[in-house]
C-alpha cells in the first residue's frame, strides 16, 4: 500500500491526536510521499514534517532546522515500524500556492503580463509555473537535489504528467539512484518519453463502471491494466509504480479489484482512495482488513487464466484477479484455502467479474 499525500481517516478505529499515532497509522503504508506547503495550507498535519526554509519555498535551497531534526527522528521512527518503506518528497513544478515565489519572480508564467492562474481548488489562489523557463528547469532540479541530500528521502514525486525537460533536470541533479514517480496516469505515451528516467507511474485512475461515484478522470479498467504491465516492464529499474484507484469507500469489491490487479500484474504498490472531486483534502482513505492479510512474497509470475481472470502465487496464498466484464470464475485448490474477502473456508470459490481474492493457505 502507498499513502499519496494524504492518509487513512477513520478517527474512531484509527485516532491521529498524537504524532506517535500518525506515525504509526503512516508506517501501514510501504511508500509515501508529502509536500509540506500544500499540506499545511489545507491544515493537514503532516508525517514527516520537513519544510522549505526562508519566506519563499520555490526559492528554497535549504530545510528549515528544527523540521529537519524533527523529520530525522520522525524517519528513524517509521523505518523502525517498517524496514521497507520507502519516502519522497513533492517538488512543485507546474503550478503553486501565491506565496511559492515574489509576485515579480520570472518563474511565474504571465499572459499579457498577468500571471495565469493554475489549480482553482487551492485555499489560496494557485499560479502556473513557468516551467519551459531555463532557469526554472534548474530551479526544479536543485531542489530535488537538496531534498535527497538531506538524507531525509529517498526520492522525489512530481504531480500533473510531468515534462520531459523537467523530468530530465531531476534526473540529472539527483543521481542514478534517486527515486523518481511522476503522477502519468494510465498514458503509456508519457511512459514512453521518460522511460529513461523514471521508476513510476503514480496511476491516479477513475476506471468508470456501474458503481463509479464520480465521472471525473473517467478511464478503462482494461487501459489500466496493460498500462501497468507497460510500466512495470518499460520503466527505470528499480520499478516503483503506484496505483491508485478513485471509489466509494464502501465498495469493497471495487477496493479488491484494485489491490489484486496490483498484486498481479506488478511488483508495486495499490490504493484504494476518495474522488478527488469530494470537498475533503484528495487521496483520504479507509484501511481494510484485506489489506492486512499475511500474503507474503511472490513465488512466480502472473498467469493468464483460460477463463479470463488472472492469478499469482505467493508463499502464503494465491491471489485471483477477474477484470470487469469478465463472467464469474471458479477457483479450485487440492487443499481448503481461507478467502480473505469472505472468511470461508473451502476448496472451491467463486470471483465476480470486476473483483478479486486472497486465498491464503
Known amino acids: 500500500m502507498f499513502q499519496a499525500w494524504y492518509g487513512i481517516d477513520m478517527p474512531e478505529k484509527y485516532p491521529q491526536r498524537t504524532l506517535e499515532e500518525r506515525l504509526a497509522l503512516a508506517a501501514k503504508h510501504d511508500l509515501l510521499w508529502e509536500e509540506p506547503l500544500s499540506q499545511l495550507g489545507e491544515k493537514v498535519d503532516l508525517v514527516i514534517g520537513l519544510e522549505w526554509a526562508g519566506e519563499y519555498a520555490g526559492l528554497a535551497r535549504t530545510f528549515d532546522p528544527a523540521s529537519l531534526e524533527k523529520a530525522k527522528k520522525n524517519r528513524a521512527k517509521l523505518l523502525a515500524l517498517n524496514p521497507n518503506m520507502k519516502i519522497l518528497f513533492e517538488i512543485r513544478w507546474r503550478d503553486a500556492p501565491s506565496s511559492f515565489l515574489p509576485e515579480d519572480s520570472p518563474f511565474w508564467l504571465r499572459e499579457d503580463g498577468e500571471i495565469k492562474k493554475g489549480w482553482l481548488g487551492g485555499w489560496v489562489p494557485f499560479y502556473l509555473l513557468d516551467y519551459m523557463h531555463p532557469d526554472f528547469i534548474k530551479n526544479v532540479g536543485e531542489q530535488a537535489r537538496v531534498a535527497l541530500e538531506s538524507g531525509i528521502y529517498d526520492g522525489v514525486m512530481l504531480d500533473w504528467s510531468g515534462d520531459l ?111 478527488n472531486p469530494l470537498k475533503t483534502p484528495d487521496h483520504l482513505h479507509d484501511w481494510y482488513d484485506f489489506w492486512d492479510a499475511d500474503l507474503g512474497l511472490p513465488t512466480g509470475p502472473r498467469v493468464d487464466r483460460e477463463d479470463g481472470a488472472f492469478s499469482r502465487e505467493f508463499s502464503h496464498g494465491t491471489v485471483v484477479y477477474n477484470p470487469y466484464e469478465n463472467e464469474p470464475v471458479s477457483v479450485q485448490f487440492p487443499e481448503p484455502r481461507r478467502s480473505v474477502a469472505t472468511g470461508s473456508t473451502a476448496k472451491t470459490f467463486t470471483v465476480a467479474p470486476r473483483d478479486g481474492d486472497i486465498f491464503l493457505q
Open 165 to 275: 525537460e523537467v523530468v530530465k533536470s531531476v534526473r540529472e541533479h539527483i543521481g542514478e539512484d534517486g527515486i523518481i514517480i511522476v503522477n502519468i496516469h494510465d498514458d503509456i505515451e508519457d511512459g514512453e518519453k521518460y522511460k529513461d528516467y523514471i521508476n513510476g507511474s503514480f496511476m491516479e485512475l477513475n476506471p468508470v463502471d456501474d458503481t463509479s461515484i464520480s465521472k471525473s478522470n473517467g478511464r478503462n479498467w482494461e487501459r489500466t491494466r496493460q498500462a501497468l504491465l507497460w510500466f512495470e516492464e518499460h520503466l527505470r529499474k528499480p520499478t516503483y509504480n503506484c496505483l491508485e484507484v478513485w471509489g466509494d469507500r464502501d465498495d469493497l469489491s471495487r477496493m479488491r479489484a484494485t489491490t489484486t490487479l496490483g498484486l498481479t500484474h506488478s511488483d508495486g504498490y495499490v490504493l484504494f482512495g476518495d474522488p
